[in-house]
């Protein structure tokens, strides 16, 4: 039930501290600056015989894929593609066994990611998967998977199960390091370390709803918006438009901030905002860049930024405040204020926010 919610998807958004504590429990230990992700049935033969992997997933569950290319071939030295399913499996990829298919779903029941599944073990790789709903398909046919601690999402609008695969692909990462040698000691108990910090780190992004509501108040009659991520956050500006186009049916856009130099810059003008993902994280003086082009077109701008930074406000004309988190988990961080965003533009506008027009909460036929 939605106890003190209005709706599903508000009351998803901020479960998310309950629900990331839960992605950590069992799997990670503090003390030795482990993982244990024992049902994914990764031995150190086949870590260390992997060349490539493909994770392939649709919507929000791609979203994430993007985030864990960055972290897996950062950790790991894995190559690793991200594919849309209904795409990939269509492709003829290039697939032997030494390649790990990893299918990410929180139904476990989305026909092109299982069909992605199927034609992949046809082709002879390994299957693994991180899904949501237990004793799902994907969970089923997989050779090894990784349960998300989501728990059941009704909301059509993906929210909890975007930030547990997050967690989940960063502690893949960590483990497959581990496995292949990749990863030092030092750093893998520094990043062990980092991921204690996420159920606070989340918590503290929802003690500021009240501000992202404020924004969304004066900024619910918008007909468009462009939002711009670099680097890990890149994948978050996809996500936070998809939150809103979904619920909120205004048009977002996302893209490479730095891919606006090669023609989105020409729709900047009064009339579109622009929503600037800019924590502290490798990626951040290049977004600087990338605000003050969108200002000296007249474009409004609101950056995520991390508390503390003395440059944005001068730049911006809103602020959606983040704590200072660790740059390869900052999009845990990220995103919920775009979670929150577009849940308010669409609840401020009278919409179905649960239901939206069109949307079935998983897509079961082709
Ligand atoms: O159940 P799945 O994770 O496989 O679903 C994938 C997409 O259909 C899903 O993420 C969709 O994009 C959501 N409505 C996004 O909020």
């Not at 299957?127 to 090894?144: F, T």
């Not at 909120?248 to 856009?253: D, P, R, W």
Request: overall charge negative; glycine content about 6%.
């Amino acid at each position: 039930e939605k106890g003190e919610y209005r709706h599903f998807m508000q009351k998803e958004i901020h479960e998310q501290v309950r629900s990331l504590t839960d992605t950590l429990a069992g799997r990670v230990d503090f003390d030795e600056g482990t993982i244990r992700l024992p049902q994914l049935n990764l031995t150190p033969e086949l870590a260390r015989r992997i060349q490539r992997i493909y994770i392939t997933a649709c919507g929000t569950a791609a979203h994430a894929g993007m985030v864990g290319k960055i972290l897996i071939e950062r950790i790991a030295r894995i190559p690793v593609e991200v594919d849309i399913a209904s795409e990939f499996r269509y492709r003829d990829p290039i697939i032997d066994a030494d390649t790990v298919v990893l299918a990410i779903s929180q139904s476990g029941e989305t026909a092109d990611t299982l069909a992605a599944m199927d034609e992949s073990r046809r082709k002879g790789a390994t299957l693994w998967a991180i899904v949501n709903a237990i004793g799902s398909q994907a969970m089923r046919i997989a050779d090894g998977y990784i349960a998300m601690q989501a728990g059941p999402e009704i909301g059509v609008a993906s929210t909890k199960a975007f930030t547990a695969p997050l967690v989940d692909l960063y502690m893949l990462a960590i483990l497959l390091g581990d496995l292949r040698g990749t990863l030092p000691e030092t750093e893998r108990k520094r990043l062990v370390a980092d991921l204690r910090l996420i159920p606070d780190l989340v918590s503290r992004c929802l003690d500021r709803e009240a501000e992202v509501v404020q924004v969304a108040r004066e900024m619910r009659y918008i007909r468009n918006i462009l939002y711009l991520g670099r680097g890990i956050n890149m994948p978050i500006a996809y996500e936070g438009a998809l939150k809103l186009k979904e619920i909120s049916y205004i048009h977002a856009e996302a893209y490479p901030a730095g891919e606006m130099k090669h023609g989105p810059i020409a729709l900047i003008d009064r009339d579109m905002p622009v929503l600037a993902i800019a924590p502290k994280d490798p990626w951040y003086e290049k977004m600087i860049s990338q605000i003050e082009q969108a200002k000296a077109r007249g474009g409004s701008v609101i950056a995520v930024a991390t508390e503390g930074d003395e440059r944005l406000p001068a730049l911006c004309d809103h602020i959606f405040w983040v704590p200072d988190a660790p740059w390869m988990l900052s999009p845990v961080v990220t995103v919920i204020p775009l979670q929150l965003f577009a849940y308010h533009i669409a609840a401020l506008r009278g919409l179905d926010v649960d239901q939206p027009r069109n949307l079935a909460k998983s897509v079961t036929v082709e």
